[in-house]
């Protein structure tokens, strides 16, 4: 089975401008987790959704948002950006909604995004 | 807030030997999955162990848990310079329902000199 993809792997926006990251989980995973990294923050968890509703979401701005597809796809936006949003964005499938014991996540290799 | 905590933080040993990471956690979880991250890339998935689990091996890999302690550690064994990486533990709180998250560590480096 192909892993978790996440396009665009890099980006460069300024600030003010919005971003669209897209990640397409395991075949037949209709969960999907997207986090944010940072060297200061850590790990940290912006939202899940699964059979296109979201589930839970972490504590972000409003200007981050996101969505899933019928075919279980996911996409992030992040509007208005700001210097900090510099991150790299990573996106995780499961087969399950979050909260089952035996329910791994699997990563995808993560959208760096730069904003200058 | 981070839950997990990793220890140590950085760790560098040679080719061959033993390398032993651990986490605290704080609340209760359902199950506590371990992660590799090469230099900023995607974090690997290395195993899963449920809260009713004690302990779970998968290759070189043996994680144990202590619910009582709330920690767990990661053991690899033979290291090979291919190990060298970030790990990270990450817990999945019991609350299930809509409001389930993984929370993770800060990581600890691992660093495998030839």
């Known amino acids: 089975k192909a892993g978790v993809t996440q396009t665009p792997r890099y980006l460069i926006k300024t600030r003010g401008q919005q971003v669209t990251l897209s990640c397409s989980p395991i075949s037949g995973h209709r969960s999907v987790s997207w986090y944010q990294q940072t060297p200061g923050q850590g790990l940290q968890f912006l939202f899940e959704y699964f059979s296109e509703t979201q589930r839970n979401k972490g504590n972000f701005p409003g200007r981050f948002s996101g969505r899933q597809f019928s075919n279980s796809r996911s996409e992030m936006n992040v509007s208005t950006l700001e210097l900090g949003d510099s991150a790299l964005y990573l996106c995780?499938?499961?087969?399950?909604?979050?909260?089952?014991?035996?329910?791994?996540?699997?990563f995808g290799p993560g959208t760096r995004l730069t904003v200058l | 807030s981070q839950q997990g905590e990793e220890d140590p933080q950085a760790l560098s040993i040679q080719e061959g030997e033993n390398a032993t990471m651990n986490c605290s956690y704080k609340?209760?979880?359902?199950?506590l999955q371990w992660y590799r991250q090469n230099s900023g890339r995607g974090l690997v998935h290395l195993i899963l162990i449920r809260s009713n689990e004690r302990e779970k091996h998968s290759g070189r890999l043996r994680v144990t848990l202590d619910t009582s302690k709330k920690s767990s550690s990661l053991l690899i064994t033979a290291s090979r310079a291919a190990d060298t990486a970030s790990y990270f533990c990450a817990t999945g709180g019991n609350s299930g329902g809509s409001n389930y998250k993984l929370t993770f560590g800060k990581g600890t480096l691992l660093t495998v000199n030839p």
């Open positions: 609340t209760s979880i359902n199950n």
């Open positions: 995780a499938s499961s087969l399950y909604p979050g909260g089952r014991a035996y329910n791994e996540q699997f």
